[in-house]
């Protein structure tokens, strides 16, 4: 059993920057696949990015490329979302979520384990 959890939501401007964190109790967490969803209210979750087991490939929605990066720190058992040039439809809850092997790196039904996730709020 894999348990996950994330910090580092809050208020933020429009143009600003927040990272969050995301922790995940594994023994071997280099071969999870780790990666971010949000759901901002009355909308469905959606895909933000993912990273490959180990130092893997990355993924990125296209309404974050170039805005948002996600890395890993396997000693630290912890994945970040790198926030940057933030936008008010950035706001949502933020998810963190794992899986071992098989499935997309997008589809949130392919990940087993979630944390109860960190709110962003984007003012304009």
């Known amino acids: 059993q894999v348990q996950v959890g994330e910090s580092g939501g809050g208020l933020v401007q429009a143009g600003g920057s927040l990272r969050l964190s995301c922790v995940a109790s594994?023994?071997?967490?280099?071969?999870?696949?780790m990666a971010w969803f949000r759901q901002a209210p009355g909308k469905e979750r959606e895909f933000v990015a993912a990273?490959?087991?180990?130092?893997?490939?990355?993924y990125y929605a296209d309404s974050v490329k170039g805005r948002f990066t996600i890395s890993r720190d396997n000693a630290k058992n912890t994945v970040y979302l790198q926030m940057s040039s933030l936008k008010p439809e950035d706001t949502a809850v933020y998810y963190c979520?794992?899986?071992?092997?098989?499935?997309?790196?997008?589809?949130?039904?392919?990940?087993?384990?979630w944390g109860q996730g960190t709110q962003v709020t984007v003012s304009s």
């Open positions: 979520a794992a899986r071992n092997y098989g499935g997309s790196y997008n589809r949130g039904e392919d990940y087993a384990y």
């Open positions: 990273i490959g087991r180990n130092f893997g490939s990355l």
């Open positions: 594994a023994r071997t967490f280099s071969s999870l696949t």
